[in-house]
T-cell receptor, first 115, second 113 residues
Framework: GAGVSQTPSNKVTEKGKYVELRCDPISGHTALYWYRQSLGQGPEFLIYFQGTGAADDSGLPNDRFFAVRPEGSVSTLKIQRTERGDSAVYLC?????????????FGPGTRLTVL | GDSVTQMEGPVTLSEEAFLTINCTYTATGYPSLFWYVQYPGEGLQLLLKATKADDKGSNKGFEATYRKETTSFHLEKGSVQVSDSAVYFCALSDRQGAQKLVFGQGTRLTINP
């Protein structure tokens, strides 16, 4: 079956611009996560959705970052006034959360480069 | 907060060598533990997991045992193959709340024929 998909795969933007990154989770997965992976590091948690609501946004670095999931499926991560330090790979993951260990399935990521 | 520390890489081995990648964690509760793998050009994939102390996770010849007394979850494989070349991430997940994953920094493994 189809896995988690993310678009675009690459995004190059200029400092100060606004960007949107999209995630299509696996069908039927109620939980959706965004992570950010800087070069040479492990992914870091940004935000978690259960259904349509952001149940935990404690990882968002500041108020320039915002995410939505209006219909409980597709999610969009929005970054305002981008800075060079925002350059990273943004990963999306989804899960069913009906097992004891909550296996998360990851998308291929969007590589964001802020010039 | 919770954290994961992995053996620094890169690690280079010859085919059929024995592999160990060390992983230790700090957590306030009783987390679930995972190893994820990222093959070249691919996304993160779950390799194996353990959900409670003394559990052993295994997959594709890899094993890791959840050691609560040493807060460790070391990854091992008896005989590596060229196809095992990848970046390996140790991670933990709290059983409550968001159950978000906390990752180590990753270990790049290269296997030479």
């Amino acid at each position: 079956g189809a896995g988690v998909s993310q678009t675009p795969s690459n995004k190059v933007t200029e400092k100060g611009k606004y960007v949107e990154l999209r995630c299509d989770p696996i069908s039927g997965h109620t939980a959706l996560y965004w992570y950010r992976q800087s070069l040479g590091q492990g992914p870091e948690f940004l935000i978690y959705f259960q259904g349509t609501g952001a149940a935990d946004d404690s990882g968002l670095p500041n108020d320039r970052f915002f995410a939505v999931r209006p219909e409980g499926s597709v999610s969009t991560l929005k970054i305002q006034r981008t800075e060079r330090g925002d350059s990273a790979v943004y990963l999306c993951a989804s899960s069913r959360r009906d097992t004891s260990y909550n296996e998360q399935f990851f998308g291929p990521g969007t590589r964001l480069t802020v010039l | 907060g919770d954290s994961v520390t992995q053996m620094e890489g890169p690690v280079t081995l010859s085919e059929e060598a024995f592999l160990t990648i060390n992983c230790t964690y700090t957590a306030t509760g009783y987390p679930s533990l995972f190893w994820y793998v990222q093959y070249p050009g691919e996304g993160l994939q779950l390799l194996l997991k353990a959900t409670k102390a003394d559990d052993k996770g295994s997959n594709k010849g890899f094993e890791a045992t959840y050691r609560k007394e040493t807060t460790s979850f070391h990854l091992e494989k008896g005989s590596v193959q060229v196809s095992d070349s990848a970046v390996y991430f140790c991670a933990l997940s709290d059983r409550q709340g968001a159950q978000k994953l906390v990752f180590g920094q990753g270990t790049r493994l290269t296997i030479n024929p």
